[in-house]
């Protein structure tokens, strides 16, 4: 009898130095346990497997227990409140899960062995859940960022970019410039008829755009008689003016000379 006191007053101090201030000695009659012999509680929190730590989680038993006479030879007696948190009937299954490892541990000093089972129990059930939920809260985050796509703007993209947007306007100011020139019939020709831009300015028809208009009998002559090519007026605009250009100057030199004259 003397051996289980002091096995018992050894596993006491025990308890005591690892919990801190988990561990509390309760009156026999707040234990709801059926013994005048001493009671002790100890706060039961889930724990992360990874850290081995307390986690935040908002649950929390007290697990209460007290010595038989011929404890470790038999097991304890044992009682469960939930601190926070925690369900009746999950109080209920856990204790019979203890008091199943209680009686598979008969011996030794199982208490310690008891919380860690209560706590990686509490785990299992509060704490997966939790985990799960900040899994997809983590995904959801991952959803709402806008990842940024495309090439960044440099200072050697941007200036290709402004040479590029300049050369097309210039390209359609070009065209904007051949279509005013062009007289309306030649625009309008199906496209196998139609005189490339280089040929419509060899023939002289620019040079008596500003004469006096022919006859309509006239005009449809001409251009029946006109040989066209099966190519459109897709030849470079740039010779195009260049070439208009320069007989625009040569006509403006004779003229000059015929009033100098």
């Known amino acids: 009898m003397t051996d289980y006191i002091q096995e018992q007053e050894m596993e006491i101090e025990a308890l005591e ?18 013994t005048s012999k001493r009671c ?3 706060k039961v929190s889930p724990v992360d497997d990874e850290s081995d730590e307390f986690t935040t989680t908002p649950v929390q038993l007290a697990l209460i227990f007290s010595h038989t006479e011929r404890y470790p030879d038999e097991p304890p007696l044992l009682n469960l ?7 009746g009937e999950h109080l209920r299954i856990l204790k019979e899960k203890l008091l199943q490892e209680a009686s598979e541990n008969l011996g030794m000093a199982m208490i310690y062995t008891l919380v860690t089972s209560a706590k990686e129990w509490l785990s299992e059930q509060y704490c997966q859940d939790t985990s799960l939920e ?4 983590e995904e959801a985050a991952k959803d709402d960022v ?7 703007v440099t200072v050697e993209t941007f200036l290709a970019w402004r040479e590029m947007f300049e050369a097309e306007m210039a390209l359609e100011r070009a065209n904007d410039q051949f279509s005013r020139l062009m007289p309306e019939s030649a625009l309008s020709a199906p496209k196998e008829k139609r005189l490339t831009g280089r040929q419509w ?3 002289g028809r620019h040079a008596a755009k500003g004469a006096a ?5 006239s005009d449809e002559e001409d251009e ?6 099966s190519d459109d007026f897709e030849d470079d605009e740039d010779d195009m003016l260049e070439h208009y250009l320069a007989e625009k100057s040569d006509s403006s030199t004779h003229s000059s000379k015929r009033v100098t004259n």
Not at 28 to 33: D, K, R, T, W, Y
């Open 224 to 229: 029946d008689e006109i040989d066209f090519d």
């Open 81 to 87: 409140n939930s601190l926070r948190g925690i369900q």
């Open 201 to 203: 300015f060899e023939t």
């Open 146 to 152: 806008i990842i940024p796509h495309g090439e960044p």
């Open 17 to 34: 130095a690892i919990l801190a201030d988990d561990f509390k000695e309760i009156h026999s009659g707040e234990s709801g346990l059926n």
């Open 213 to 217: 208009p022919a006859t309509e009998g």
């Open 134 to 137: 900040d899994a997809e809260a």
């Open 40 to 42: 002790f509680q100890i």
